[in-house]
């Protein structure tokens, strides 16, 4: 790894925890943008990686955020969330005072709420940043993200959210409500995508020229974006992963338990949710979730296209 770089006086420092597909992108935004961006992730080569492209690297969290007046942690749920702000190796007592603690990772708002309060205890300021749009939109800055916090933590926090999306939602003055609608979001996203993979390989055993079907329905009433997304991965037999079948399991779960508490019923999500654990359980769960269609072509013997040119029974 290189040598960590001087930090740049005058300027806004940021610190990326979690160098993965999206926060890469978001990084690399924040350092094109001309933040001073430092990043962090568990694998070096992706820490290697940033700092090849002009940014700076740090070893631990607490190293990449001791000075950073943003810290945005792209990690993949509540609990390394929890870990890297109050872990053994929590960077929560060590933050550089008053400053914001951007938070990107999909869970319960219950938890987001309780981060928050934590956070704000020892002094500096958290914004519930849910975020959408893949990695694409994360490496050219157009996310949408959808937040709430206090005004202060948007104030601090907008040279980051200015370089990293698209479209900021500002939707309340308190931790919460930011992972609310994200939890809506992934509620229709994961229906959709399975909804998608059953349609396909419905279109498969019926004998379809699969291509035509993806043209006629992208042009018809029953198209959406995950079917117009999601499909081409079918049709390529391709299934490396871009959003991988783990993602659905953990977030139609959390969807499932915030419905369970209101005794809210939410037939569609446990029905989706059923074809991401039968998906996960014979091995795809780091794949693409599009391979939610390889699940149906084995439980009904379609053939759908693969990487070799044949076809799954």
Known sequence: MSET??????TVVAAVIGLGSMGMGMARSMNQAGLDVVGCDITPDAVDRFVANGGRGATTAIEAATDADIVVSVVVNAAQTEAILFGPDGIAGTMKPGAVFISSATMDPAIARDLS???????????????????????????????????????LARPALDAMAAKVYELGDAAGAGAAFKMVNQLLAG?????????????????????????????SAGNSWMFQNRVPHVLAGDYTPLSTVEIFVKDLGIVQDMARAERYPVPLVAAALQMYLAASGAGMG????????????????AKLPNTSGGSLA
């Not at 934590?118 to 914004?127: D, K």
């Not at 019926?206 to 992208?218: N, R």
């Open 5 to 10: 770089v001087t930090v740049r006086q005058n």
């Open 117 to 155: 309060r934590r956070v704000e205890a020892c002094g500096h300021h958290y914004l519930d940043a849910p975020i959408s749009g893949g990695a694409a939109k994360a490496a050219s800055g157009e996310l949408t993200i959808m937040a709430s916090g206090s005004r202060q933590a948007f104030e």
């Open 191 to 219: 229906v959709h995508i399975a909804a998608a993979c059953e349609a396909i390989s419905f279109a498969a055993k019926q004998g379809l020229d699969l291509d035509k079907v993806y043209e006629v329905i992208t042009a």
């Open 286 to 301: 780091r794949d693409d979730d599009a391979s939610l269609a390889r699940i149906y072509a084995l439980l009904s013997g």
